[in-house]
């Protein structure tokens, strides 16, 4: 308890005295910090490969806009043997003030932070206890929409109070959030206890890579798998928290050993191969960050046919947007992954392998979940391959659904966010 009391009395001096540092450095309004998430550290993301990354699709449009040629720009990055690639790029495309900065360097975020007036970032994990009011912090988001249910951090982690505390902190601490559409922003709002007049819909930045043309990219995968690729199929499967040590939902006695695709046998996983053969679809599976970090119960399986996204950006620099830019199709979850694949209004599957335990312990933001789902619905592997088939005969019957969920939930259906973002919040540059 004691130390408890100390640690929490040294954090409230050091925030006072950072405040203070904050107060008297004047800010000039022609300085933009980018700080994106967390996920970057797994992900591999950076300013050379961060086409999934709100922030640091904002970053690099305005590094190359030449009406920004003036301001002073500072980001945030978690790679530091990347740094001379990074001021390399720099200076061969716009030659521009740029100020690296490293996450560990706490002193050197803080000087950022102090001499930022705008602050970009995509999550409301990363707050800035010490901001000012002379500055303006616009979290650019991280989800799309909502699938999985975040009460249970209000239910189980304080109850009402906490979840008003949690309101006040983001109201203090963020003076705009963004979303792909007004019913999300309310989504967002009401789970993560957000103040929804706060929410402007101008898009998210990662999502104008859908509106360009990515043929390079889809031929270079095709090169690497050395067989006739006809149909491209990314897999996004999310983080358990019951999977995961340090989550709040962790059960140790449900951490064994599984496959991408749960627990299930060879001749299952075998038939799953036969079918991808068969059809000449490829699989791309990517690993959710945090189940990456986090938990080590999945095993890779051996497939010429499934490729992982580990294995992948080792020979492609790439990154997840992209990659579902040039999918036939996605295998998801319970991921929000989904509301970025809605832009392309293609086929989309629906893996529940572990429904109800997911459901008994995360659980979801609208039950039941299935009513907002917009493609086949499997459980088993038998059934994901029926639905592979489906696919590969251009059956869509689920065509009609899917564009109505993309008509409710995506405002804009272009390739302008981040030329909305730069004309709301620099229009008088």
């Not at 209000?154 to 009402?160: A, K, P, R, V, Y």
Request: glycine share 4%; charged share 25%; net charge positive.
């Amino acid at each position: 308890m004691f130390i408890r009391i100390m640690r929490k009395l040294f954090r409230v001096s050091s925030n006072a005295l950072f405040l203070m540092c904050n107060q008297l450095k004047t800010k000039n309004k022609k300085s933009i910090m980018f700080y994106p998430h967390g996920n970057c550290r797994y992900d591999g993301y950076d300013i050379l490969n961060g086409e999934s990354s709100n922030v640091l699709c904002l970053f690099n449009s305005i590094l190359n806009d030449e009406k920004f040629k003036d301001y002073e720009l500072f980001v945030v990055y978690y790679h530091r043997e990347r740094l001379q690639s990074y001021l390399t790029y720099i200076q061969q495309n716009s030659n521009r003030k740029v100020n690296f900065v490293f996450i560990d360097d706490e002193s050197s975020v803080r000087n950022a932070v102090y001499n930022s007036y705008t602050i970009f970032t995509d999550n409301d994990y990363i707050r800035i206890q010490y901001r000012v009011k002379s500055q303006r912090i616009i979290c650019l988001n991280y989800f799309g929409g909502l699938i999985k249910g975040e009460f249970y951090r209000w239910i189980n982690f304080g109850g009402f109070k906490t979840m008003i505390a949690e309101q006040k902190e983001t109201y203090r601490l963020f003076d705009y959030h963004l979303s792909i559409s007004d019913i999300c922003s309310k989504f967002i709002a009401l789970d993560n206890c957000h103040y929804y007049p706060r929410f402007i819909s101008l898009g998210f930045p990662r999502n104008d890579i859908f509106f360009k043309d990515n043929s390079k990219l889809r031929k270079q995968i095709k090169e690497i798998v050395g067989f006739n690729v006809e149909k491209i199929i990314t897999y996004v499967p999310t983080h358990r928290d019951y999977e995961c040590p340090g989550r709040a939902l962790y059960d140790a006695s449900k951490t064994k050993m599984r496959s991408i695709w749960g627990h299930v046998g060879k001749d299952e996983l075998a038939s799953l191969e036969k079918k991808l053969e068969d059809t000449n679809t490829l699989i791309i599976a990517k690993v959710h960050p945090v189940q990456q970090a986090k938990s080590q119960v999945i095993s890779k399986d051996e497939s010429k046919h499934i490729l992982y996204y580990s294995d992948l950006v080792k020979k492609v620099k790439t990154s997840l947007n992209p990659l579902l830019a040039v999918s036939d199709a996605i295998i998801t979850d319970y991921t929000t992954t989904v509301y970025d694949f809605l832009y392309t209004n293609r086929p989309i599957i629906y893996y529940f392998y572990d429904i109800e335990e997911y459901r008994a312990t995360r659980g979801f933001f609208i039950e039941p979940i299935e009513s907002i789902c917009a493609g086949h619905i499997t459980y088993t592997l038998s059934e994901l391959c029926s639905a592979i088939s489906d696919l590969n005969e251009g059956k869509d019957p689920y065509a009609p659904k899917r564009k109505f969920l993309q008509e409710l939930f995506i405002r804009y259906l272009d390739g302008n966010s981040c030329e909305r973002i730069k004309n709301f919040f620099f229009g008088d540059r």
